[in-house]
């Protein structure tokens, strides 16, 4: 059986004791601020504006493409350098197109290499990515 090619996806991608999200959504939704403040905050940075998928043994792997390996956009500020980490485990996706609108919303997944995993909307508040770090940090969300 063929492994499947890695998928390049327009993203940030942040982590948090080697697990990481994904955060995806339209240019100008939130993507890069989003990620800024999560590290503002410990996480540490994967990737800005293209993320690289790896399905590698049971798990789909987030990198950078080299070119881009520890820049963010930070915008109205422009190109910021950080320190990055690479290959970390995929364990949540946050796609900044939808906003939540439920208090406690049900259960949602996205799908990358055969692997469902859970997928967030947009919160519009301030504890977001206080809550996402939260979440990386935890082992199970059970």
């Known amino acids: 059986m063929d492994t499947p090619e890695p ?31 999560m590290m503002a905050r410990g996480a540490a940075l ?30 109205g500020v422009g190109i ?19 906003v939540e609108t439920e208090r406690m919303p049900p259960s949602r997944g996205i799908t990358y290499f055969n692997q469902t995993f859970p997928l967030l909307h947009n919160v519009a508040s301030q504890h977001f990515p206080a809550a996402i770090m939260q979440y990386l940090r935890m082992e199970s969300t059970d």
């Open 80 to 98: 910021l350098y950080a320190d990055f980490v690479d290959a970390v485990e995929l364990a949540l996706v946050v796609d900044m197109d939808h």
């Open 46 to 75: 994967i990737a800005d504006d293209r993320v690289i998928l790896t399905p590698h043994e049971g798990a789909v792997l987030l990198s950078c493409p080299d070119p881009l390996q520890g820049k963010i956009e930070a915008r």
């Open 7 to 37: 998928l390049i996806v327009h993203a940030t991608a942040v982590a948090v004791n080697e697990r990481a999200v994904l955060i995806k959504g339209a240019s100008g939704s939130g993507k890069s601020s989003l990620g800024l403040d």
